[in-house]
């Protein structure tokens, strides 16, 4: 069975500190996606990256990187310097087929002024 | 602009009534979904459609229903055997494993 687990339930930091997300996943498939994806108060999900299974390089963009061990099976995410507009919900999700997309409970990032 | 314009944004539904909410994308995807979430939860999947004239149930699919008709439209019914409704509706759409894209929720209240 496939399973996402965001242990944080929510982080507050102040502006221009550094926040990382743990986002660490279950499957027995080879191949798979991950995802994060940030919902603003707004409600709407906001796609921010997709990795797949056989690419563990890490990304950077902009302020935001990603992290990828598939020896720890762990997608986390670091927002460097954050900002108030970073303050959303973050979710993880996994995706073992093309309908079979599981997501993680998301952790609620609150940068404060 | 392409994109998923989910409607409305806020419903209420009386006890025993169904109400139908309303998911279009004029992004020519193939696959569309309806998730639920509920207040500090993550997603679960309702109904999901990989093309015209076919659906599947997904985890939680007791007490919906959906069409699909048209390529463009998955209208979600939430029936009046769905005992505790409230919740925020969410639309997506895909296409094979391209990031799905989401529409901006539909809130749905018991009166």
């Known amino acids: 069975a496939q399973k996402v687990t965001q242990a944080q339930t929510e982080i507050s930091v102040v502006e221009k500190e550094d926040v990382t997300l743990d986002c660490v996943y279950e499957t027995r498939d080879t191949t798979y996606y991950l995802f994060w994806y940030k919902q603003p108060p707004s409600g709407e999900l906001v796609f921010l990256i997709r990795?797949?299974?056989?690419?563990?390089q890490n990304e950077i963009s902009g302020r935001y990187s990603w992290n990828f061990q598939k020896s720890t099976s762990s997608f986390n995410f670091t927002i460097t310097a954050s900002q108030v507009v970073d303050s959303a919900v973050y979710f993880c999700a996994l995706r073992v087929n093309n309908n079979d997309m599981r997501f993680g409970a998301g952790t609620r990032l609150t940068v404060k002024p | 602009d392409g994109g998923i314009t989910q409607s409305p944004k806020y419903l209420f539904r009386k006890e025993g009534q169904n109400v139908t909410l309303s998911c279009e994308q004029n992004l020519n995807h193939d696959a569309m979904y309806w998730y639920r979430q509920d207040p500090g939860q993550g997603l679960r999947l309702i109904y999901y459609?990989?093309?015209?004239?076919?659906?599947q149930k997904g985890d939680i699919a007791e007490g919906y229903s959906v069409s699909r008709e048209k390529k463009e439209s998955f209208p979600l019914t939430v029936t009046s055997a769905q005992k505790n409704p409230t919740a925020f509706y969410l639309c997506a759409s895909s296409m094979d494993y391209q990031p799905q894209h989401f529409g901006d929720g539909t809130r749905l209240s018991i009166l």
């Open positions: 990795r797949n299974s056989f690419d563990e």
């Open positions: 459609s990989q093309i015209v004239n076919d659906f």
